[in-house]
């Protein structure tokens, strides 16, 4: 049993505004890969060769065929205890939110309802000459790059490296994390900015910040306590 557990249950209850800020860790127990871990995405490609407008720009079957694999792979995997913990508390505590850089769809699934997706969303494909954005879960795609109705290529509905983060989701976030008074960082190396600089923001506020990691992070020694261990298995202990 976690000996903080009361505590937190304490904190969640008495919390006005709670953020849950989320990285790849928190759907590792489903089975998807992180970026840097052992098997990370970012051990077997380049970020340049894959995440960059130029990239697309390039290549644009090379980059769907990785994106196309990674819907498949994720098609057939569940949100873990970790995000079904998340709504619990949502659901219980009220006025948690959710800010993911995540683009599985794995909250979503579980059943969160209060979410802002900082690095978009996978199962989104935005049109590259209209603009025109659509949700689609065929996977694989039938037809590799996407093409619009209008004719234009479609492209993953996603944040690449160099490009700027949805501006109303990126100031609702920072809204959250300037008010919150508890925010938990789950499963993020916390290296990528802007996305990382919210912890940092909302401790500059005066927030509570609970860090669940396996390992420790450049940030772990900012934050007020440490809970070493798979997400999923730490939260449903709270
Ligand atoms: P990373 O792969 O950089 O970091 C994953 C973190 O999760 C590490 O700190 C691990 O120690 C931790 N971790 C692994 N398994 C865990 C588990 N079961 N429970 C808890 N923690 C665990 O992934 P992110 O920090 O999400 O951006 O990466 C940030 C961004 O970099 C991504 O959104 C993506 C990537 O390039 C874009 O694509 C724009």
Redesign the pocket.
Known sequence: MLEQAAFLRDRLQKSRCTVVFT????S??SGVP????QD?Y?KNFR?EEL?TPQAFSKDPKFVWDWYDARRLALHTKEPNL?HKKIVEWEKQFGNVHVIT???DGLHQRAGTEKIHCL?GDIWEIRCTRCGISERNVEAPLSHLPPVCACGGIQRPG????GEMLPQETWEEAERFCSCADLMFV???????YP?AGLPMLAKSRGCYIVE????P?ELTPHFDLFLQ????EVLSQI
Do not use: P, Y
């Open positions: 990285g790849a860790g928190v590792a127990e992180t970026f840097r871990g990370g970012w970020v995440a970790a850089q995540n683009v690095h996603v944040v690449w490296f789950i499963g993020t190396s916390a290296i990528v996305a669940v990691n396996i390992q992070t261990g798979k997400a999923g």
